[in-house]
């Protein structure tokens, strides 16, 4: 009882107290005159009075309430150190914009931090309309309306340099784009499955993606399994391979002779049905496959995913790069004929990009190095000269030859995806293919999912416009029987828009607004059938590019600087440092590393560390370097990787194309009506033949000079132009003509045609007939004269080079 009333009565004195102080406060402010603020010049015993009330109040908390209390001080503290930091580097980038007058600031959107998510983000319109099953008018005209790009400062190489606003940009129009295209095809699920889900080989782009870091151990036991299992796998798949090569594995020859007559019998099945789309049995199918081997689908997941984000990453963060560059080779289809240029798929993919990469400091670039097959090009030679047709620095390189790839086109796939690894940004190599299979891209074919299983951390994808179009549920089958064949020539309408997005903007009585509605000219696809390509990569790397954000802005917020995530550290150690066991660690944002500026891309990896080939000769595409290539035909984006000595009086010419060559006579007949030579210079194509050319000795010694430095293997071939068959009597043939290495004449009867028929292989490796590797190279053309008296078809045919390759 005794210690009750002790309680109570230490109780009321400690309210006394309080009260007391209250009072000596409430008189304190009153005599300042302001009852709103207390004066600065406190006294002391102000100040020690205050210090009391607050030590008593304190006191008072419980101890998980002071506990709460001082985790919330200590994350207010953390982010404003965070806020204070960013927000210098902001003011300084402001500054550098302000000295080159450029603003590139969202000021029309508002995007806030953490996952920038806004009440007008059109992804979240998207979730509300996908449960009505359509878009209000509203959001179709933010839709339809031109997004135009914040304007790109003018930087200089090692100038541009990466901060939480643009970070912040790049995020807002990489999300506007992700919403737009989710409203455009009726809503987030129906845009995934035609864009991102239609594609061969499985991406990883939800919520449950984690990044691999391409130097992680992976120290998961489910992933060393995994990766022990793929390493297995990986190995029965070669000497699979090669039992097939061999002829060895009968009872696949059996199977196979089944196979045929089973074949047989469908083609007859189907002579009096009509055409559709084909199914074809999913080889890599998730659903049929056991645990172990789902463990293995989805680390190429994660490596296909981390290869894409990394690129992006290294493309906004890199303060050497201006240009995001997507490279494209490819045939007719790749150069859009029967179409304007404007309406090719990579027309429309850079017109798609250019705003999210603008506000990333980048400028988006897809060039489009299509040819036609009049030149006699194929995948087989083009190949070759990557880096000629187009810039060696590519981020990404496009490759589509459909109609072409009828023998082995596994081979040619193998060589470039390989050949990009040597290239400077080591690019993803993505695939367009101009049909597809209602349930598959491409994936009922071994030696494409060979393909996507054993480069999946080299980013190899593939995707197909009629599987892309399927994936959306349009009943197409049904169509088809009732005499409606979408995808037949001159067809309006996909079954879900009946012109292009750009299309929509143009007058109900535009021709051209009919013509952009064309889902395929004939073989080709038309404007509205490349808008899904275009579309489906567009989605992905945007996805790629907002992974990327989220990685690089944790690393911000974790006072982590990003440079050294994505690029390598260890080329710069001196050897020095690397004996002395130099730290390898990532430094804080506070004391960044001056050399971050000048840091470039790894290299690619020691080739012990890179799959064994499983369809090219090893000896041509196990090599540090690719091929150097001399590419006459236009256009060329690149660099010649192979020099000419001495051109004398040989002649340099191109087929001179008109504006309306290889476009459809609609479209010639609308631009035609429009007599505007701005809009002719943009249907224009941009690939014409070409070659260097001598008749007879009066043209003089042509000389090329060889990258000898880089020749590992000792192939060399030259292609002749224009055909597809021009090899054999251009050169091996052509007794007018004398080829030279080094001043020898080099043996016809020992050269063969060489990858395709326009082309002949003057030496097939170092070594071969006594040829080998000398510091300097020299392949020389000279012409002999022909008797005057001859009639010009007894006369040898003149010469005309169209490509030199040396590898």
């Known amino acids: 009882m005794s210690s009750e009333i002790e309680m109570r009565s230490a109780a009321q004195r400690q309210a006394r107290r309080l009260n007391e102080l209250q009072d000596k406060e409430e008189a304190s402010l009153l005599g300042s005159g302001n009852p709103q603020r207390r004066s600065a010049s406190s006294s002391p015993q102000s100040l020690s009075n205050d210090f009391v009330v607050c030590n008593t109040a304190w ?37 550098e914009n302000a000295k080159h007058g450029s603003d590139y600031s969202l000021t029309s959107w508002k995007v806030f931090g953490g996952d920038g998510r806004n009440n007008d983000d059109p992804s979240n319109k998207a979730k509300a309309s996908n449960k009505a099953g359509n878009y209000s008018d509203s959001d179709r005209e933010k839709l339809m309306n031109t997004l135009f790009p914040p304007p790109l400062p003018k930087l200089e190489p090692g100038t541009k340099r990466f901060n939480k606003q643009i970070l912040i940009n790049a995020r807002g129009r990489a999300q506007f784009l992700i919403g737009s295209l989710d409203i455009y095809y009726g809503g987030r699920e129906k845009a995934q499955a035609m864009l991102v889900k239609s594609w061969q080989a499985e991406w990883q782009l939800d919520d449950d993606y984690v990044f691999l870091d391409e130097n992680e151990d992976q120290s998961n036991d489910a992933v060393d399994n995994a990766v022990a299992d793929e390493d297995a796998a990986d190995g029965e798949r070669h000497r699979r391979i090669k039992r097939n090569k061999d002829g060895q594995d009968k009872d696949d020859d059996d199977d196979d002779d089944i196979k045929k007559e089973e074949k047989k019998k469908k083609r007859k099945d189907r002579k009096n049905k009509k055409k559709g789309v084909k199914t074809r049995d999913v080889l890599n199918d998730p659903e049929n496959m056991s645990p172990e081997e789902l463990k293995i689908y989805h680390h190429h997941r994660r490596q296909r995913t981390s290869k894409l984000v990394s690129t992006m990453a290294r493309a906004v963060l890199n303060p050497h790069q201006l240009k995001f560059i997507i490279g494209t080779i490819g045939s007719s289809v790749a150069a859009g004929h029967d179409n304007c240029h404007y309406d ?24 489009n190095a299509g040819e036609g097959g009049g030149c006699g090009d194929t995948h087989q030679n083009q190949v070759y000269c990557i880096t000629h047709n187009v810039s060696p620095d590519v981020d990404i390189i496009h490759y589509s030859w459909t109609y072409f790839e009828k023998e082995t086109p596994e081979v040619q796939r193998e060589q470039l995806l390989r050949w990009a690894q040597t290239m400077e940004r080591r690019p993803m190599v993505h695939h367009l293919n101009a049909r597809g299979n209602k349930n598959t891209c491409m994936g009922g074919t071994q030696a494409n999912v060979d393909l996507a299983e054993t480069y999946a951390m080299y980013g190899y994808n593939s995707f197909c416009i009629q599987t892309g179009l399927y994936f959306g549920g349009h009943d197409y089958d049904t169509e088809n029987e009732n005499g409606i064949n979408r995808f037949g020539w001159q067809k309006q309408g996909d079954g879900y828009h009946n012109t292009t997005r750009y299309g929509e903007e143009l007058p109900d009585d535009d021709p051209r607004k009919i013509s952009l509605g064309t889902v395929y000219r004939n073989w080709h696809p038309g404007p509205l059938g490349f808008q899904i390509a275009s579309d489906a990569f567009a989605y992905v790397y945007t996805m790629g590019l907002l992974k990327a954000l989220n990685i690089i802005e944790e690393d911000m917020i974790n006072g982590v600087d990003p440079m050294d995530r994505w690029f390598n550290t260890e080329r710069r150690l001196t050897t020095e440092q690397k004996e002395k066991g130099h730290p390898q660690q990532l430094r804080s944002v506070s004391s960044p590393s001056k050399s971050s500026i000048r840091r470039q891309l790894p290299q690619l990896p020691p080739l012990v560390n890179m799959p064994e080939p499983m369809f090219c000769d090893p000896l041509y595409c196990s090599i540090p370097h690719p091929p150097s290539c001399l590419n006459y035909e236009k256009p060329t984006f690149g660099i ?51 070659g260097v050319w001598a008749q007879d000795s009066t043209s003089g010694t042509l000389t090329y000079e060889l990258p000898s430095s880089q ?27 004398t080829i030279k290495l080094n001043g020898r004449v080099l043996d016809k009867s020992k050269m063969d045609v060489f990858p395709n028929a326009k082309c002949i292989r003057l030496l097939k490796h170092f070594g071969e007939n006594g040829y080998e590797k000398e510091d300097t190279m ?30």
Not at 83 to 88: A, V, Y
Not at 645 to 655: A, F, K, L, P, R
Request: overall charge negative.
């Open 640 to 690: 010649p990787g192979i020099t000419v000595e001495t051109q004398s009086n040989w002649t340099i010419s191109h087929d001179p194309n008109k504006w309306n060559k290889m476009v459809g006579k609609v479209d010639i007949a609308i631009i035609k009506a429009l007599h505007d030579k701005e809009w002719e210079r943009k249907c224009a194509h941009l690939d014409a033949c070409g």
């Open 344 to 367: 090719s798929y990579e027309s429309q993919l850079e017109r798609t990009l250019t705003p999210v990469f603008a506000a990333a400091n980048l400028m988006a670039m897809v060039q």
């Open 778 to 807: 020299l392949l020389s053309f000279d012409m002999a004269d022909q008797d005057p008296d001859l009639a010009y078809e007894a006369r040898a045919p003149s010469v005309k080079i169209s490509h030199v390759v040396a590898l």
């Open 711 to 737: 020749m590992t293997a000792g192939l060399v071939f030259v292609c002749g132009c224009c055909g597809k068959n021009v090899g054999e009597n251009m050169f091996l043939h052509n007794q007018n003509v």
């Open 59 to 95: 006191s008072r908390l419980s101890c998980p309430t002071r506990s709460i209390l001082l985790l919330v001080i200590g994350v207010l503290l953390v982010f404003a150190t965070y806020e204070f930091g960013m927000d210098n580097g902001v003011r300084e980038q402001e500054k």
